[in-house]
Structure formats: structure tokens, C-alpha cells
């Protein structure tokens, strides 16, 4: 089992920044990937961005590029998503996401999410 915590989530002016964390536990060792994903009311949840565990390839959706990045600090535990020229759009709910599996691309661990809302 894996745990996932995250924070760093809150209120901030378009155009700002935030770097959210999310502290992991239990059997992380055959952790593969990890991604955050948010979800806003009335919305789709849509994979924000994500890493690999064995090269750091990383992937982001089309609407962060160039103003997200995602880092892993493996000492730490933790994984982080930086966040900059935040948008009215950026507003949801945004959890931490983790995959063991070796079958497909689900995430079988998920955190209870942070929020966060961007004032225009």
C-alpha cells in the first residue's frame, strides 16, 4: 500500500504562482509513475502532469505546458508540482496520483486532494 498526502494548495491572484507537494509513504519501492490530476466542478478529471520513476520522462497536458513542472525528490518522498501564470482555468481540485501496476496506465493510489482557486 502507498500513501499520498498533499498540500500547498490555496487562494491566488491570475497570474501567480503555487508549488504543491505530495508526501508519499508504505511501499513506494515499486512505485513506477506518479501524476497530478485535477478536477473541477462539473468537469472531467484531466491528468495534469506526470513522471516516470525510472527515466523522469515526464508528460504534461497541453494547457500547462510551459507554466507547470514536476519534480520528484526521491531522498524526500515527496513530489511536487510547481505551478506558475496561474489561470481562472487552473481552479480545482488537485490530487497526487500513484501507479505500481504493470498491466496499464490506471494509478492505483490517490490522495485526498488539495484545492486551488484562482481569483481573475
Known amino acids: 500500500q502507498v500513501q499520498l498526502v498533499e498540500s500547498g494548495g490555496g487562494l491566488v491572484q491570475a497570474g501567480g504562482s503555487l508549488r504543491l507537494t505530495c508526501s508519499v509513504s508504505g511501499s513506494i519501492f515499486n512505485i513506477n509513475a506518479m501524476g497530478w490530476y485535477r478536477q473541477a466542478p462539473g468537469k472531467e478529471r484531466e491528468l495534469v502532469a506526470a513522471i516516470s520513476s525510472g527515466d523522469g520522462s515526464t508528460y504534461y497536458a497541453n494547457s500547462v505546458k510551459g507554466r507547470f513542472t514536476i519534480s520528484r525528490d526521491n531522498v524526500k518522498n515527496t513530489l511536487h508540482l510547481q505551478m506558475n501564470s496561474l489561470k481562472s482555468e487552473d481552479t480545482a481540485m488537485y490530487h497526487c496520483?500513484?501507479?505500481?501496476?504493470?498491466?496499464?496506465?490506471?494509478?492505483?493510489?490517490w490522495g485526498q486532494g488539495t484545492q486551488v482557486t484562482v481569483s481573475s
Open positions: 496520483a500513484a501507479r505500481d501496476n504493470l498491466y496499464n496506465d490506471e494509478y492505483d493510489y
